[in-house]
């Protein structure tokens, strides 16, 4: 699946990695069309249970890539006029009545894949690890994107939504 600028819902890609005795190499933006690329940019927490997000966006879209530790993200289905309301009381009950809005994924340096969230969604993540390092990259440029992020109470989805349950 080629990853473009008319995407409509996240999406999660494996990604084949190649390892040898040197070492590995991940090819993450061969799915992307190029012209869906304006920034490139990393972000690195550095302890475990750091919370990035909640950010909504009404143009940007985001894709990422595990490279060194693992993460948790959440993202949430919002209509624009709750998000630019960004009232917590009716995004509770947005979420109560369509739990299926939100979706959860696990990344990690050691299973790569790329997760693509299009616009209009709100997406966050937790380091599941020191030191976890995010690679992104976005449709839009920094002095666009920073015009273009609605915050929202991460813990609105519920604090258990950023934990990783054992089995």
């Given at each position: 699946?080629?990853?473009?600028?008319?995407?409509?819902?996240?999406?999660y890609l494996p990604i084949q990695s190649i390892t040898d005795d040197r070492?590995?190499?991940?090819?993450?933006?061969?799915?992307?069309?190029?012209?869906?690329?304006?920034?490139?940019?990393?972000?690195?927490?550095?302890?475990?249970?750091?919370?990035?997000?909640?950010?909504?966006?009404?143009?940007?879209?985001?894709?990422?890539?595990?490279g060194c530790g693992a993460a948790k993200f959440n993202t949430l289905k919002?209509?624009?006029?709750?998000?630019?309301?960004?009232?917590?009381?009716?995004?509770?009950?947005?979420?109560?009545?369509?739990?299926?809005?939100?979706?959860?994924?696990?990344?990690?340096?050691?299973?790569?894949?790329?997760l693509v969230v299009p616009p209009l969604y709100a997406n966050g993540w937790?380091?599941?690890?020191?030191?976890?390092?995010?690679?992104?990259?976005?449709?839009?440029?920094?002095?666009?994107?920073?015009?273009?992020?609605?915050?929202?109470?991460?813990?609105?989805?519920?604090?258990?939504?950023?934990?990783?349950?054992?089995?």
């Amino acid at each position: 699946m080629k990853v473009t600028n008319d995407l409509k819902e996240p999406i999660y890609l494996p990604i084949q990695s190649i390892t040898d005795d040197r070492g590995i190499l991940v090819p993450f933006a061969d799915e992307i069309d190029p012209s869906a690329i304006q920034r490139a940019y990393y972000v690195q927490n550095y302890g475990r249970g750091v919370i990035r997000g909640l950010h909504y966006h009404l143009e940007e879209m985001k894709m990422f890539i595990i490279g060194c530790g693992a993460a948790k993200f959440n993202t949430l289905k919002l209509p624009v006029e709750i998000a630019k309301r960004n009232n917590n009381e009716e995004i509770k009950v947005y979420l109560a009545k369509h739990p299926e809005s939100l979706k959860s994924w696990v990344l990690s340096s050691r299973h790569h894949a790329l997760l693509v969230v299009p616009p209009l969604y709100a997406n966050g993540w937790v380091g599941l690890e020191d030191n976890t390092t995010l690679f992104s990259l976005s449709n839009l440029t920094f002095d666009k994107a920073k015009y273009d992020d609605i915050r929202i109470d991460p813990y609105i989805i519920g604090k258990d939504k950023w934990e990783i349950i054992g089995r």
